[in-house]
């Protein structure tokens, strides 16, 4: 899982997981917070982060949830849901916070930064920082 670029709000959490657990580094962060609407993927990850108390593990919808108080937002899902993932991040995501899509680009947006993380899957990590509500950050 990743962190905020730049630091973490001490106020806020990091961000919120959208995507399994499998194969992340939840000691590496302060606070966390995952959404997993699939039981099985949800059963799974609170088995992996029983012993992880700054694990915040979630079964829900994350579109119901609310992103107004995190710094980064990181998805793993499908292509088919990343308009709709835009447009709640953009319209929820603090200024200055942090998108990041694993595999999959949003459409109609560049992002900020890719990076290729190295793996057998060839994995690639889109970044798109936030600006003003419904803005994206300039510069």
Do not use: C, Q
Not at 1 to 11: I, K, N, T, Y
Not at 25 to 44: F, K, N, Q, S, V
Not at 56 to 78: K, N, Q
Not at 85 to 112: C, I, Q, R, Y
């Amino acid at each position: 899982m990743l962190g905020a670029p730049g630091g973490v709000a001490e106020d806020r959490p990091a961000h919120p997981d959208h995507g399994s657990p499998l194969g992340t580094e939840p000691d590496l962060l302060d606070h966390d917070t995952g959404i997993e609407l699939a039981p099985a993927t949800w059963a799974i990850g609170r088995l992996l982060l029983r012993r992880h108390a700054n694990i915040e593990w979630l079964r829900g919808d994350l579109f119901a949830a609310d992103w107004s108080g995190y710094d980064l937002v990181y998805a793993f899902l499908s292509p088919v849901p990343m308009a709709a993932v835009w447009a709640k991040a953009s319209a929820e995501m603090p200024p200055d916070s942090t998108l990041v899509s694993n595999s999959f680009e949003v459409p109609g947006h560049e992002p900020d930064a890719v990076i290729d993380v190295g793996d057998r899957r060839g994995t690639r990590l889109f970044l798109y920082r936030m600006g003003a509500r419904g803005e994206r950050r300039s510069g």
